[in-house]
Nanobody
Framework: VQLQASGGGLAQAGGSLRLSCAASGRTFSSYISSYSIGWFRQAPGKEREFVATISNSGRTTVYADSVKGRFTLSRDNAKNTVYLQMNSLKPEDTAVYYC???????????????WGQGTLVTVSS
């Protein structure tokens, strides 16, 4: 499966952005409904960190403590897309955000087999 992350940009502190992760491909395994989708981020000079993940059914979501209550995952399998709604943004949310696909909704990045190219989120104070 090929993943395309989009929706990043510049936002002010307290503002909102919605990231999208769209899947594409020509086989059944390319449907995003086959995968749990995780979001990770990497800020300049820092290691990549887990943000959130959602199971293929959408019934299970897991969030990092740093974004809990501010970020919300959803998925529209008919549109082959997963969304990360980011509210109450903080300057420390500034990072390149990546979406990735795995068989289960886990927090460990090494479990994810497929990765999108990343989208930059910049939050100004």
């Amino acid at each position: 499966v090929q993943l395309q992350a989009s929706g990043g940009g510049l936002a002010q502190a307290g503002g909102s952005l919605r990231l999208s992760c769209a899947a594409s491909g020509r086989t059944f395994s390319s449907y995003i409904s086959s995968y749990s989708i995780g979001w990770f981020r990497q800020a300049p000079g820092k290691e990549r960190e887990f943000v959130a993940t959602i199971s293929n059914s959408g019934r299970t979501t897991v969030y990092a403590d740093s974004v809990k209550g501010r970020f919300t995952l959803s998925r529209d399998n008919a549109k082959n897309t997963v969304y990360l709604q980011m509210n109450s943004l903080k300057p420390e949310d500034t990072a390149v955000y990546y979406c990735a696909a795995a068989g289960t909704p886990v927090t460990r990045s090494s479990t994810y087999n497929y990765w999108g190219q990343g989208t930059l989120v910049t939050v100004s104070s």
